[in-house]
DNA sequence: ATTGTTGTCG
């Protein structure tokens, strides 16, 4: 009588505050065996992670005396659960080892949410531990643990182990056909991934989903798009599919009359769309749609953090930025804003804000990741701390193109050839693959050392990586040659380019004419420079200071005049060249 | 309970 009123009193118990009051009558009363039902209620009420509620539950069960086996199997179970359906995945795995070597059998509960939590962390040492225990302790004939396990090995890779775990399930669901899919479509395997999908019983939204999904990443939106038409019943995830899609293809039109036409818009489809407009530089779209947006999450102010630091706006992602603190107090930055806080920072030019990414870090208990670390490498290289910078290179747990890169580029602007160098020759080494930005990093580094045989050598390497000099390349190597009075080659090599020159290669002829009181070759740059851009004046007066610096005052004087009477630019061009 | 969609560094 008193077991049935306790637990219908459980099943209100939403709050941390009111289990812990249930909890001390519980103990008063000695029922020890509803402390167990507690946690379980008090961790499924819970819809936000909080680590106080973790902390007390465990130390109920830590505190479990007379409890059964069964019931502490139970409640351990739903401890693991707790973690994984909050993603805290290392520690899921953690908990349950601790359970483990607790000497008690884990339940389907536990092993499930393991599954997951190794999948999600490409764990797959503990994750084949797991199977062997879910072996041993029979659970493996529950349909969730085996379907746990097609997900778990589809995740990683190894769709064989997927297959054959999937065949052992006597009475498949649509989950574990839906986990099969997903390992037939991660292995790449697309033609079995379809045939699976064709062969599903009864599909659901997710097998439509995947299927979907993969056509979307293929970038094939014509059968994604079909398909999607054809699917029954369309969550906002399908839409979302589709439009993440489009957003791939950089069809943002098209990305946004699926996103006008959504029923019901969530938080990610917003994401999307602003993390599209931020890969075409959309930023007024984008803006638009984030003032529209109701409800901002963090994920949100992440993404329009992102697009005004990915394109030239830092002092817009820094005022968001101070915005997103000042919002509400359930919105915390993490290392994911972080880092493109310090990249707006980066671009600025302030390396003090390290010292307070640093400290802040460490206090809030964020996690200090590597990609967080290359953003401040970026930081303290261009702000020219570079003993900062390098112990935080030592620091990374995998060093990678763009860290490498972050390194390099700032050595070529700070003109440390040396290390750009050795740098380079490091990641060759390691085989870590250079990138457009490498080369870019290492050819400045060459120029402002005017090192012209290395940086010669070094874009004509670029080839052996299969990498296309871009016109800023050109640009490097055009003032390279400038700088050491070489300007002949200098035109060679622009108009040796695949692509057309653009005002800035043309513009750094111009200033090495300048450097050198060459009339011939910045009357060229310049007249390009003022084809290509629609204020001449910068460009007009140092062809002035040039005719100046040889004595031709009358030239002089009339480009001045010309540049006052703001006369046509035709008109300009064509009367000094 | 197990599956699908979103944000970060050069």
Known sequence: ??????????????????????????????????????????????????????????????????????????????LVRFLSQH?????????????????????????????????????????????AQALKTGLCGCVYVQTGLVGLYSRLGYIDMAKKAFDDISEKNTVSWNSLLHGYLESGDFDEARRVFDEIPEKDVVSWNLIISSYAKKGDMSNACSLFQAMPLKSSASWNI??????NCREMKLARTYFDAMPQKNSVSWITMVSGYTKSGEVESAEELFRQMFKRDKLVYDAMIACYAQNGKPKDALKLFSQML??????????????????????????????????????????????????????????????????????????????YSAMIMGCGINGKAMEANTLFKEMVEKKILPNLVTFTGLLSAYS????????????????????????????????????????????????????????GVWGTLLLASGLHNNVEFGEIACRHCVELETDPSGYLSRLANIYTSVGRWDDARKVREAMEEKKLRKTLGCSWV
């Open 1 to 78: 009588m008193l077991d049935s009123k306790l637990r219908f009193f459980l099943q209100k118990c939403l709050v941390l505050e009111q289990a812990k009051q249930v909890h001390a009558q519980l103990v008063v009363n000695r029922h020890n065996h509803l402390e167990s039902i507690l946690i379980h209620q008090t961790l499924h009420f819970t819809k936000d992670f909080s680590r106080n509620v973790f902390n007390y539950a465990k130390r109920i069960l830590q505190g479990l005396q007379i409890s059964t086996r069964k019931d502490s199997s139970f409640s351990w179970g739903c």
């Open 87 to 131: 993603r805290k995945f290392k520690e899921t795995v953690s908990l349950y080892m601790e359970m483990h070597s607790s000497g008690i059998s884990p339940s389907s509960h536990a092993i499930t949410s393991v599954l997951r939590a190794c999948g999600k962390t490409e764990n797959m040492i503990d994750g084949n531990s797991i199977h």
């Open 242 to 247: 589709l439009i993440g899609g489009y957003v």
């Open 326 to 403: 000042e919002s509400s107090s359930d919105i915390q930055p993490d290392e994911i804003t972080l880092s493109s806080v310090v990249s707006a920072y980066s671009q600025l030019g302030d390396t003090s804000f390290g010292s307070w990414v640093e400290s802040y870090v460490t206090e809030h208990g964020i996690k200090f990741d590597d990609l967080l670390v290359t953003s401040l490498i970026d930081l303290y290289m261009k702000g020219g701390d570079f003993d900062k910078a390098f112990k935080l290179f030592s620091k990374l747990h995998k060093k990678d193109t763009v860290s």
């Open 448 to 503: 402002h050392s005017g090192l012209v045989q290395e940086g010669y050598k070094c874009f004509n390497s670029m080839k052996d990586y299969n990498l296309e000099p871009s016109a800023d390349h050109y640009g490097i190597m055009v003032d390279m040659l400038g700088r050491a009075g070489r300007l002949e080659e200098a035109y060679e090599l622009i108009k040796s380019m695949p692509m057309q020159a653009n005002a």
